[in-house]
């Protein structure tokens, strides 16, 4: 008898439970910068360089995000400074990633806040001639600045 009101009472949550769906990481959603679909793992873009952001919900979803006008998005091919030399085959990096498609990658002028250049004449040991190009985000930037460590003392301070 006991068995029974136990199954009585148990069998409507197995049958009305509620289905966990799980957040498919495999989407297909589309972005577009200005209509122009793009990959958004290849676009370093600068928050504040956003006017507008557009979500399309059918399907399996388009973002539109429209730029303000003044910004420029350049490929890092296209990337021009004064250090860089031409001749020399580049090795680029974007907050410390290594970027294996430079041609791919869009990054917003405004984004960039520091760029660093090393020429292989100065590392040690080196006979291939090559450039390497680090560049750090502005959004990078603001992180590492958020996550230093503060120091604080304890204790009376003495005139």
Do not use: C, W
Request: glycine share 4%.
């Amino acid at each position: 008898m006991k068995n029974l009101i136990l199954l009585i009472l148990f069998l409507p949550l197995m049958t009305l439970g509620q289905e966990i769906k799980v957040h498919d990481e495999n989407n297909d959603t589309d972005f577009y910068i200005d209509s122009i679909k793009v990959n958004v793992e290849n676009v370093y873009l600068n928050k504040s360089s956003i006017e507008k952001v557009n979500v399309v919900k059918d399907g399996a979803g388009k973002i539109y995000i429209s730029l303000k006008n003044d910004v420029e998005l350049l490929n890092l091919n296209d990337l021009k400074n004064q250090k860089i030399d031409i001749l020399h085959n580049k090795i680029y990096f974007i907050d410390n990633n290594l970027i294996r498609n430079p041609s791919k990658i869009q990054i917003d002028t405004n984004e960039i806040g520091d760029l660093k250049i090393i020429k292989s004449s100065e590392i040690e040991n080196q006979t291939a001639d090559f450039i390497i190009i680090n560049i750090t985000t502005k959004s990078k930037l603001t992180e590492i600045k958020n996550d230093k460590k503060e120091i604080r003392i304890r204790g009376i301070e003495q005139n």
